[in-house]
Each structure stands twice: as C-alpha cells, then as structure tokens.
C-alpha cells in the first residue's frame, strides 16, 4: 500500500516539473501560468495575480476583447552555478489570461504587494 502511495506522489513529482519546464528563448511559449483571484465591488475589478520574483518592470498587462492579459518572465533568484537541490517555483515565460465581466475596463492601477501583482480595473464609458 505505501509502495503505490510512493509511486505516485513519485510520478505527480515528474508531472509537475515537466509541467513547470522552463521554456527556451525570449519568444518561446509560456511555460507556466500564474493563479488569479478577481473581485468586484461595484466600482472597480480587483485582480491578484501570484507573481513571487517579478519585477513589475517586466510585466506586460494588456485588455483587449474583454480578456485581461498578464505576461512576462520570471527567472530564478540567485546565482545557477551551484547545484540546485529543489526547484518548486515556476519560472521562465509566463501568460494568464482572464475573461472579464461584460464591459469596458481601464487599468486605473498596479502594483506588487507581497508578491503578488494587483490591478485595479475601472469601467470606461
């Protein structure tokens, strides 16, 4: 029984880093996707994306269609010359794209706090 339990966390392991595969190159496909949480209080779209690491420099945030599109890259902290003993947390190119409730929507403001990208989405027009 603990032999299977161990097969498959062992085989979810493998999933998982395949998943999460750094793409290769600056056009290269995203190679991960960050989780979102979207709010709305009546005046404004909350939006929280999980971006540990990333420079809000190096984001591109764009609305188009009604969908809110979030990308860029993340790259790992710290020199990579060492051995590396774990590697959880996604980096390389990333994309996440949300379809936003039916309306118009500016991007009023954005910032990193704790880690995480929020946007504050106000409706034009």
Known sequence: MWAEAVEMLDRAERLHRQFFRPAR????????????DVFEDGEALTIVAALPGVELGALEVDIADGVLRVAGERTPPGARAGTIHRLEVPHGRFERCVALPPGAYAVARQELVAGCLVLSLTRTA
């Open 25 to 36: 190159g600056r056009g290269a496909r995203p190679s991960w996707t960050p989780p979102v």
